[in-house]
């Protein structure tokens, strides 16, 4: 039975090799296809693999219709939206991913953005503090307790709204919960996103939101592009000149964004939250681990679909 890595953004080696020890260990076969160029070779590979790690690869009906052997595909990581889930429940596939493994790594990202920003991009002029302004978390799950988590660290009052996140956790984290995104973008000096890529969320962050925050406000987007809407965006941190947006996922509108806003808008040039030797290590090893439980004693903790 072949376990393929199948990531067009490679794991660390440390990671690879981790993954193949743990494949190798159980008898099963290891293969690896990374920095792939094309659809096709994928198409290719998944023929005969039973399992399937991915990162934010594009799992879509197609590709789960070439593998004709698949039990189960892993996605090395938190969102699982670059996955066809109803074509994989359809062929009876099991589709996991390994929550909180990269969590901290994207957390600590988006201080290296914001610390980027408010010193101005280290360009020498005099910049602003993190501490004492406030953090607002949209949605309060893995990630978004480590970025509170750092906050404190900053000196930063921290408040989150999370509609499916009980009471207790935000009691339990020392952060103040709000009712609402409206009351959360309004009473934050920063927002960071961290909600995923649902049909509720997509497109839901626009000009009524963004417009609505804090004077010198920071909308820090390390989740999903597409719960942007990305015209009113633009739009309205042209009207606002005051705020900002940094993001891991560039704007699909990248070059112009660049154009109007200048400094005030930052992208990563790929996204990188994850990217690191420590959340590939992490993610990819839990999801080797999740491969073995699942084929040998039909182990489904972390299956999505
Ligand atoms: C996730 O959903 O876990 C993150 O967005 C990381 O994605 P990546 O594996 O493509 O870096």
Request: net charge negative.
């Amino acid at each position: 039975m072949k376990v393929l890595i199948a990531t067009e953004k490679p794991f660390s080696p440390i990671a690879v090799e981790g993954i193949k020890k743990i494949v190798e260990e159980a008898g099963l076969e290891f293969a690896l296809l990374e920095k792939y160029e094309s659809k096709a070779q994928l198409l290719q590979e998944v023929a005969d693999a039973t399992a399937l790690i991915v990162r934010s690869d594009k799992i879509d009906a197609e590709v789960l219709a070439a593998a004709k052997e698949l039990r189960i595909v892993v996605r090395a990581g938190a969102g699982y939206d670059n996955i066809d889930l109803a074509a994989a429940t359809e062929k009876g596939i099991c589709v996991m991913n390994t929550p909180g493994q990269n969590a901290n790594a994207v957390a600590e990202l988006v201080f290296a953005m914001l610390l980027f920003a408010v010193r101005n991009r280290f360009n020498g002029k005099a910049g602003t503090e993190l501490g004492g302004k406030t953090l607002g978390l949209d949605a309060f799950g893995n990630v978004g307790r480590n970025v509170a988590r750092i906050a404190k660290g900053f000196g930063m009052p921290v408040v989150a709204y999370d509609a499916y996140c009980p009471a207790e956790v935000f009691e339990a984290n020392g952060v103040k919960q709000v009712e609402s995104p409206e009351a959360l973008f309004r009473e934050a000096d920063v927002v960071s996103l961290h909600i995923p890529s649902t049909p509720e969320t997509r497109g839901s962050i626009g000009r009524a939101l963004v417009g609505s925050m804090r004077k010198g406000g920071i909308l820090v987007n390390t989740a999903r592009q597409d719960v942007i809407n990305e015209p009113e965006l633009l739009e309205v941190l042209q009207e606002r000149t005051d705020l900002r947006y940094l993001t891991d996922i560039a704007l699909s509108c990248d070059a112009e964004a660049r154009e109007l806003l200048g400094d005030r808008y930052f992208a990563t040039p790929k996204k990188m939250g994850a990217q690191t030797a420590e959340a590939n290590v992490n993610a990819g090893l839990a999801a080797a681990r999740q491969i073995v439980g699942f084929l040998r004693d039909g182990i489904t903790k972390f299956q999505v679909n």
